[in-house]
Structures are given as C-alpha cells and as structure tokens.
C-alpha cells in the first residue's frame, strides 16, 4: 500500500498542479438563455437544466464506481488473509 501510494501521490499532485483553466459551461449557457429570451423566434432552452444535470453528475458516477470497485478489492484482500486470531 505505501508503495503504491508513493507512486500515485506524485502522479495526482503533477495532474493537479499541471490543469490548464478552462471557461465554464454555466456561463455560456446563462449566455445562450439570456439572448433567447430577448429574440421571440429563438431556440428554446427548456432542456438547459437537464444537461447542466448531466454535466455535473458525471464526476460523482465515476468517483463512485471507483470507489465501489476500490472498496471490492479491499473486501476482496480482507477476505483472503488468514486472521491473526
């Protein structure tokens, strides 16, 4: 486990320090909605909320299945080792 962990520590703190900025999504939709409301043949953005739902959610199923199969592998490992008793 410390092996791994001084391997993988570095790596995710060169991930994190190496991110490069990015616009947010949010904005530009906030953008597209305001400019629809004043054009009366305009797009209809009613479906808006859905896919900022999606966009969000997205980060949160994968930190889930990761930590389902994370918690897996340990339950796994627990399992095999003979108890100490």
């Known amino acids: 486990m410390k092996k791994v ?3 993988l520590l570095p790596l995710l703190l060169l991930l994190l320090l190496s991110a490069a900025p990015s616009q947010a999504q ?3 939709c906030k953008s597209n909605v305001e400019s629809a409301r004043t054009e009366k043949d305009a797009y209809d953005f009613s479906g808006l909320n859905k896919g900022i739902l999606y966009i969000m959610a997205a980060p949160y199923i994968i930190g889930g299945i990761v930590g389902y199969f994370w918690y897996r592998n340990v339950r796994r490992n627990r399992q095999q080792r003979p108890s100490a008793a």
């Open 5 to 7: 962990l001084t391997t």
């Open 26 to 28: 949010c904005t530009m």
